[in-house]
């Protein structure tokens, strides 16, 4: 898979689900995020995406990340 198909997941609008494809943050980030069940093909959908902090849920979890960690996160957007 080519990364010029993939998006910045800050750039998905509400509503819609991506696979995460790939994490482009320092370690202790990618940890944490790993943690909270947000890895590599995960399914995410935004709930809100107010170009600020987004909600996004996953499973039967809800997830509020910041921007600034959003814009390192690739996905690709489900059908």
Request: overall charge positive; charged content about 20%.
């Amino acid at each position: 898979m080519t990364h010029s198909r993939l998006l910045a997941l800050a750039e998905l609008p509400e509503l819609h689900h991506a696979h995460i494809e790939l994490i482009q943050t320092d370690n202790p980030t990618r940890i944490r995020l790993l943690g909270m069940g947000l890895g590599k093909g995960s399914r995410v959908e935004v709930l809100r995406n107010r170009k600020g902090d987004l909600v996004l849920s996953h499973g039967n979890t809800r997830i509020s990340l910041g921007r600034s960690i959003t814009q390192h996160i690739l996905v690709q957007v489900s059908a």
